[in-house]
């Protein structure tokens, strides 16, 4: 499934693949973390540049049971 061309994909699809939000997508954009272009006031981000291609998805790196951010005070670790 991994595509190498050079295609871009609207903030929302990029976060989707991300497993994270819009807001995140445009901070990793800022920060020069990902690669994109805004057309008609909207930002695109470049596909091959969210580096899908063997990259752990959040759930294989969360513990089950676990959002991920309760800071270990919810007694689920």
């Not at 190498?4 to 819009?22: Q, Y």
């Not at 294989?60 to 919810?74: A, E, H, R, T």
């Amino acid at each position: 499934m991994c595509n190498t061309g050079t295609s871009f994909v609207p903030i929302a699809e990029a976060a989707r693949l991300l497993e994270t939000t819009e807001m995140r997508v445009l901070m990793m954009l800022k920060k020069s973390e990902l690669q994109g272009k805004v057309e008609d006031d909207a930002w695109y981000v470049d596909r091959s540049s969210l580096q899908l291609c063997d990259k752990p998805k959040a759930a294989d790196i969360v513990k089950p049971g676990c959002g991920g951010g309760c800071g270990s005070g919810c007694g689920g670790h």
